[in-house]
């Protein structure tokens, strides 16, 4: 059987149809692939030319950072406290240099050749890597002529390194009201944490403390910028070819210039007078609360940070046993000795505990009722009145205050003067101080037995010891608001003007007035104000040798603050052998006593009696700014007694 074999016959016409749809759908697909490349090009070179362009520009244009000139500080009458300076500093472009491992080897190269201590690297690292890669991040400040000229030697070995010049800030007059100014210095990695890195971007230096740190915003300025032409290996060039493009200059912004309220003049005579001393002198003018003064001894000269201090070099500043670097004017706690004795007797008027005229006993002790305990005084004062015993300071006469008052009213009392609480200064790192009291206690410690407040606390508390503390310029505070009675008192400020960058204008600031403490009657106010001028006018006056020559009504009081507890058995006018272990010398005054003008303040830190340690530098400085006496010869000696009480245990450490 045969079968037959069929044969397939093409259908080309079904072929051809087949491939002319796909050939229109393959046409279709590159029309439109054309079409979107296309339109791609067009919104590239067309409707984003200028976007493109300015891209491609910093292929060849660099913008750099130009910093702003830092504010200058000024005192009251114009002498520049705080300027700049040109100077040299090293910095690196991270781009420019290479990746981490290039950076290791550059700053190895650096500390090899003397530029840079080893004990720097990893800070320096740190913060290079914390800024952008093409920022020039300065990495040794304020080269000498010497390490200008090492680096010059070994220039060829570095890529991405270079000398630039930079405004430095300058301190002319040195360690002179450092605490007050504050200082800069390099920006770490904190500082770029809380900062505009941007706007920060090729400045070095920022404030650290005082006025440079408080007011940091308005002394920086705006940075300015401007554009570089580079060349393929980022160096800077004039044009490129026959092109030199227009090149964009944004100028930088001045900072402000701050005016403060400080008398540089004063300022030097009482740094001079507590030369080679520890402690604190402060002056305030009442009425706008201007620093007219504000020493702390010793101090520290603030050029150093701007240049960059060693490891050792700030180890040793730090670790010094007389802490220069305290600002004992905000931070220094301090007993106040007996200066806080004019303020009880005003609360003993206002609470009816003992009248003016009504006089009180002295036998030299004060004891408790159902204790043996005696609470001496430096001698027996007899029978005294108010004033009197303000004027000669008789420590029994207000262990008696004290005792009637109680606890409650005196704290509540005092606080309504600040006590315990801020001045409001317009600078940082302020210290509250402590005033006590049976609720304090109570949220100090844990156990019951220890939130137990005795009787015998209240009596310490009497003549400014035990757990009450206060700063050098809370106490001026308190001087301004006792010779203000009340009334017009301000909150203590530094900058009292500002001044924008290149203008003439000078700007004063309002002060800020607190309210008025109406709290005694003007009789109450004669009677403590009386007593204060009798301290340093009356023969019988502790400071009675401070004022003799006064061409000016002033008011005093001195205070004795102990360091150490006074054992019963002990003669309290035995010599101290250890220099630290003494008391504390105070004084406060305001001047003239009718119209005050100024308030001070003077401790000296284990500088005995307060009569004989503070009140000569008190007076040196009021003259100083009454008078115009820059320098002012010690007060001829009189046989007037000179009184400072002997305090009584439970006293506290001053820091």
């Not at 220039?155 to 007059?173: E, K, M, W």
């Not at 920086?220 to 227009?246: C, F, M, W």
């Not at 017009?488 to 309002?510: E, F, H, Q, W």
């Not at 340093?536 to 502790?542: E, L």
Request: charged share 25%.
């Amino acid at each position: 059987m045969v079968r037959s074999r069929q044969s397939r016959i093409k259908n080309y016409f079904a072929e051809n149809r087949l491939f002319a749809v796909r050939s229109i759908v393959a046409g279709l697909i590159a029309g439109a692939l054309l079409l979107a490349v296309g339109a791609r090009l067009f919104y590239l070179q067309v409707l984003r030319h200028d976007y493109y362009s300015n891209l491609s520009q910093g292929n060849r244009i660099r913008t750099e950072p130009i910093p702003p000139s830092r504010g200058l500080i000024l005192d009251r009458h114009g002498v520049v406290l705080a300027d700049n300076l040109p100077a040299f500093q090293i910095e690196l472009v991270r781009e420019q240099v290479g990746d981490a491992r290039s950076l290791d080897a550059t700053l190895r190269l650096l500390v090899s050749i003397g530029l840079l201590r080893s004990e720097e690297v990893s800070n320096i690292r740190r913060t290079v890597l914390l800024h952008k890669v093409y920022e020039s991040v300065p990495i040794k400040l304020q080269l000498n002529e010497e390490e200008m000229a090492l680096f010059a030697v070994h220039r060829y070995q570095f890529s991405g390194v270079d000398i630039r010049t930079r405004l430095a800030r300058h301190y002319p007059l040195g360690e002179s009201a450092v605490h007050a100014i504050g200082y800069v210095s390099a920006i770490n990695e904190q500082d770029l944490k809380q900062i505009d890195s941007d706007e920060y971007a090729g400045t070095s230096l920022i404030g650290k403390l005082g006025v440079e740190a408080a007011y940091e915003h308005q002394l920086h300025g705006k940075r300015g910028s401007r554009e570089i032409l580079v060349n393929a290996a980022g160096r800077p060039v004039d044009k490129q070819g026959d092109y030199t493009p227009h090149l964009d200059v944004r100028p930088p912004v001045a900072g402000d210039d701050l005016i403060l309220g400080l008398d540089i003049r004063v300022q030097k005579v009482a740094e001079d007078a507590l030369a080679g001393k520890r402690g604190s002198v402060v002056a305030l003018d009442p009425k706008t609360g201007d620093v007219i003064a504000l020493v702390s001894m010793p101090g520290f000269d603030p050029n150093g940070f701007v240049r960059g201090l060693s490891v050792a070099e700030y180890t040793k500043l730090r670790d010094d046993i007389d802490i220069p670097l305290l600002n004992r004017a905000l931070r220094g706690a301090y007993p106040p000795g007996s200066t806080v004795k004019p303020l009880y007797a005003l609360a003993a008027q206002k609470y009816n505990i003992l009248s003016p005229l009504q006089t009180q006993f002295c036998g030299g002790y004060f004891t408790l009722p159902g204790s043996s305990n005696r609470y001496r005084d430096d001698k027996k004062h007899g029978n005294l009145t108010m004033r009197q015993a303000i004027a000669e300071s008789c420590d029994v006469y207000f262990y008696r205050v004290a005792e009637r008052l109680g606890i409650d009213r005196m704290a509540e009392f005092m606080k309504t003067f600040g006590y315990g609480e801020l001045t409001g200064i317009d600078i940082p790192g302020e210290k509250a101080g402590l005033y006590a009291s049976p609720e304090w206690k109570r949220r100090a410690f844990k156990h019951r037995a220890d939130q137990v407040w005795f009787p015998g606390e209240t009596i310490s508390m009497g003549i400014g010891q035990g757990a009450i503390t206060v700063t050098p310029l809370q106490q001026a505070h308190f001087a301004a608001e006792i010779g203000e009675r009340g009334q017009i008192i301000a909150t203590p400020r530094l900058v009292s003007a500002i001044r924008t960058a290149g203008s003439t204008t000078v700007v004063p600031r309002n002060p800020r007035l607190m309210k008025p403490i109406d709290i005694a009657t003007q009789a109450q106010w004669d009677v403590i104000s009386d007593g204060m001028v009798a301290v340093v006018s009356g023969p019988g006056g502790t400071a009675y040798a401070s004022g003799v020559g006064a061409k000016y009504k002033f008011a005093g009081k001195t205070g004795t603050a102990q360091v150490f507890t006074i054992k019963q058995t002990e003669n309290t006018r035995a010599k101290i052998v250890e220099e630290r272990r003494r008391d504390h010398a105070w004084f406060i005054a305001y001047a003239p006593a009718d119209d005050p003008k100024i308030a001070v303040s003077v401790l000296v830190e284990n500088g005995g009696f307060g009569a004989a340690a503070a009140a000569p530098i008190a007076r040196k400085v009021l003259d100083a700014f009454l008078l115009g006496v820059d320098a002012v010869p010690e007060p001829k000696k009189t046989a007037a007694p000179v009184h400072a009480t002997a305090e009584i245990p439970k006293a506290t450490a001053p820091l």
